[in-house]
Nanobody, 124 residues
Framework: QVQLVESGGGLVQAGGSLRLSCAAS????????MGWFRQTPGKEREFVAA????????LYADSVKGRFTISGDNAKNTVYLQMNSLKSEDTAVYYC?????????????????WGQGTQVTVSS
């Protein structure tokens, strides 16, 4: 079992930056794929970014490519999502997820563990 705890959400003006953190209860980076998703009321959970440490592969949604960066710290069992040039449409609850498979996928159902989410609000 893996527990994931997100932090770093908040209110920011359009054009600003935030860094989200996801702390895992145990080491996952050696084999797991770590992902970030987001969700707004009435909509399905949407893929944002993912990384697999074994393969080094990262994947981003087109809507965030060039603005968001996923990274991690093995020693701290923590994955980050650096969000720059934020837009009002980035407003959502952001979730961290872990997938035991090494293949980087964008489908939420493939992920085995989820955090509780952290709210990001971008004011225009």
């Amino acid at each position: 079992q893996v527990q994931l705890v997100e932090s770093g959400g908040g209110l920011v003006q359009a054009g600003g930056s935030l860094r989200l953190s996801c702390a895992a209860s145990r080491r996952t980076f050696s084999t797991y794929t770590m992902g970030w998703f987001r969700q707004t009321p009435g909509k399905e959970r949407e893929f944002v970014a993912a990384i697999n440490w074994s393969s080094g592969r990262t994947l981003y949604a087109d809507s965030v490519k060039g603005r968001f960066t996923i990274s991690g710290d093995n020693a701290k069992n923590t994955v980050y999502l650096q969000m720059n040039s934020l837009k009002s449409e980035d407003t959502a609850v952001y979730y961290c997820a872990a997938d035991r498979a090494m293949v980087v996928v964008t489908t939420p159902n493939n992920y085995d563990y989820w955090g509780q989410g952290t709210q990001v609000t971008v004011s225009s």
